[in-house]
């Protein structure tokens, strides 16, 4: 579903990702693993066309998608919930679920059953639901960003880091929803400095250093590895 | 007591055109975070494209309004195109300066082709009206009726359709509508027609009561910008409220104080007004 050959990508003058090639099939469930700065979010983004990368290709669904514009590759099926979350601050929760749907919005029984998905996966979505979204809490945020994302009907999505800076209640709620979502059908790419969180839920990962990927395997057998271990889970 | 209200309902009038074209300029500041300071002109070129409606192909004056309307449409959308869109991402520095270079290049160019005489649109509506014991013309009344009409709709637009919603979204957080399929280049031109429109719309209603000269929106873009600072920047109800602030304090203080300093009291409110809350009224403190 998604392929990367060879993806580099510049940031201002200095070289963030490097030779990153990556497979993901329909139905996956994937993390992407590294530390602070080892350049997932930039790799994210530049699957996302947010960035453009200088060299090799992505292509999502058989289609070369590194030229194409953000907005044209959310409509091939691709979501990104970002790092930051990116909300839409001072929209009621309602209404960045509705812009959340901007690509199907003549579609109105399937958005009112998206709305419906979400606000089962996340029931305080339903309580908040005209609460400003920039006054929810850091977990709640996350959550709206989540569906936010899904609210495209999205074939992959992709998820930054959505562990950053919650209470660790929080996170085991937040992995146990994005589980669910994979199980419900949706491709999942998962973005994690919380490794031993990522590997439990996901069936296979990669592992980015420096921006060039350096391991990959099933995640039963990356939780064993001694360099994994080391590295991420503190052992 | 007459006076005084002749003066209120004056304000009223001048207060929903400082509205109208305050909003336009809040709009784009939203989405660009650049001022565009060029708005004033568009303003004037609205006035001249009504003018020559009228006076050159004989157009009604409903009909040289909403095809001036149109006409300002395209000419923001070209402005958006050309002149802004190639600079994101660069220094905010470089728009400010296509900015004045664009107020520059149209105040200099009307000048050029249609000289620098002030013309004035013939009354459509010279009959005077009798209301609450004041005495006005057709024309004042019709200016404050379409404004608010406008403003509402306007209103309408952004909060209650998908469309005007993408205006707030790209306002909030770029990226973030980005990353939900919206067409952020779409939105931006989209916002520069609706500014640009409502500059022409509020400049074409005044038209036919003031005179209309290549430099009549330099002050008015001044103004618009102490009104937006006024409101609160990016705020829309703080647009249209310091719009009608300001039109009051200029009619009130120009009634019956002195006529020659109205734009002094238009200033000294802002000055006063943020020294009391320097975020504006409808301000957020920045974070």
Redesign the interface.
């Known amino acids: 579903m998604l392929k990367l050959r060879n993806v580099a990508t510049n940031f201002g003058n200095s070289v963030i990702i490097r030779g990153v090639s990556l497979e993901i099939k329909k139905g996956d469930f994937v993390s992407l693993l590294g530390s602070n700065g080892a350049g997932k979010t930039t790799l994210f983004r530049t699957i ?3 960035l453009k990368p200088c060299q090799g290709t992505v292509e999502f669904k058989g289609r070369q998608t590194n030229r194409m ?3 044209k590759i ?2 091939l099926g691709l ?2 919930c ?1 790092e930051g ?7 009621s929760v309602h ?1 960045n679920l ?6 199907r ?1 003549r579609d109105h029984k399937g958005i009112k059953r998206s709305i419906g998905q979400v606000q089962e996966l996340f029931p305080i979505l339903k309580e908040r639901k005209e609460q400003m979204a920039g006054t929810l809490s850091g977990g709640e945020q996350q959550m709206l960003a989540i569906a ?2 899904l ?2 009907d999205p074939e992959l999505l992709l998820l930054d880091e959505p562990s950053i800076g919650l209470a660790p209640l929080i996170v085991k709620n937040i992995a146990d929803k994005v589980k669910a979502i994979n199980e419900m059908g949706t491709t999942i790419f998962l973005s994690e400095q919380n490794a031993n969180m990522a590997l439990k839920i996901t069936g296979r990962g990669y592992v980015l250093e420096s921006g060039s990927i350096i391991m990959e395997g099933p995640s039963n057998q990356l939780i064993t590895d001694d360099v994994v271990r080391k590295a991420y889970l503190g052992a | 007591m007459e006076l005084f209200l002749q003066q209120v309902f004056n304000g009223i009038m001048l207060g929903s055109t400082y509205a109208m074209v305050a909003l336009g300029l809040t709009l784009v500041f939203g989405i660009l975070h650049v001022p565009n300071f060029a708005h004033g002109n568009l303003y004037m070129l609205g006035a001249y494209v009504t003018f020559f409606l009228i006076s050159l192909y004989q157009f009604g004056f409903w009909a040289a309004v909403i095809s001036s309307m149109v006409i300002l449409g395209v000419v923001g959308m070209l402005v958006e195109r050309f002149v802004y869109r190639p600079l994101i991402g660069q220094p905010h520095i470089n728009m400010f300066i296509s900015a004045i270079g664009l107020l520059i290049l149209l105040e200099n160019s009307v000048a050029v082709v249609w000289g620098t005489s002030a013309k004035r649109i013939p009354h459509p509506y010279p009959d005077t009206v009798h209301l609450l014991g004041i005495t006005t013309t057709q024309q004042r009344l019709i200016v404050i009726v379409a404004a608010v009409i406008m403003i509402i709709l306007l209103q309408l637009f952004i909060k209650k359709t ?1 469309h005007g ?2 205006i ?2 790209v306002a ?2 770029r ?10 280049n779409w939105v931006s031109s989209m916002t520069f027609a609706i500014s640009s429109a409502f500059a022409a719309a509020a400049a074409s209603l005044m038209a036919p009561i003031f005179m209309i000269t290549p430099t009549m929106g330099a002050l008015l873009v001044m103004k618009a910008f102490v009104i937006i600072i006024l409101g609160g920047l990016g705020s829309m109800q703080g647009a249209i409220l310091g719009g009608y602030i300001l039109g009051l304090v200029e009619s009130l203080g120009g009634g019956f104080i002195s006529a020659a300093y109205k734009d002094v009291f238009a200033f000294g409110a802002l000055v006063l007004i943020l020294a009391i809350k320097p975020t504006g009224l409808f301000g957020k403190e920045s974070n």
Request: aromatic share 4%; hydrophobic share 45%.
């Open positions: 996302a066309g947010i514009s953000a907005d959310v409509k979501s990104l970002p979350r990116h909300l839409f601050p001072q929209l209404k509705m812009m959340g749907a901007y690509i919005r936010r994302a609210m495209s | 998908i919603t993408t707030e979204a909030q957080d990226e973030g509508a980005q990353l939900v399929g919206i067409n952020v």
